[in-house]
């Protein structure tokens, strides 16, 4: 099994930035495919970003593309959700995910483990 963990969650005005991470348990990091998911209230869970194991190559939603960045470090078996141009739309829980697959997915059901989630709140 994997245990996930994300920190760095908080509350930040709008036009700031946040990063979060997911530190992953094991010694199996390296062949999870991980994503970043958020949920607001009264809306469904939605993907974030998404990352390859070997980090090559990365995937945003188009809510976030450009003023988000994921990335991850294996030899520290953790990920990384950049948050930059905060809005008040960006307020969820954020979740991290792995998937135990060499591909990513924009589905939730494709990720086999979950983080508790951090909360990220941005005010205006």
């Known amino acids: 099994q994997v245990q996930l963990v994300e920190s760095g969650g908080g509350l930040v005005q709008a036009g700031g930035s946040l990063r979060l991470s997911c530190a992953a348990s094991g010694r199996t990091f390296s062949n999870y495919a991980m994503g970043w998911f958020r949920q607001a209230p009264g809306k469904e869970r939605e993907f974030v970003a998404a990352i390859t194991v070997s980090g090559g190559n990365t995937y945003y939603a188009d809510s976030v593309k450009v003023r988000f960045s994921i990335s991850r470090d294996n030899a520290k078996n953790t990920v990384f959700l950049l948050m930059n141009s905060l809005k008040p739309e960006d307020t969820a829980v954020y979740f991290c995910?792995?998937?135990?697959?060499?591909?990513?997915?924009?589905?939730?059901?494709?990720?086999?483990?979950w983080g508790q989630g951090t909360q990220v709140t941005v005010s205006s």
């Open positions: 995910a792995a998937a135990t697959r060499s591909y990513v997915s924009y589905s939730s059901n494709y990720y086999d483990y």
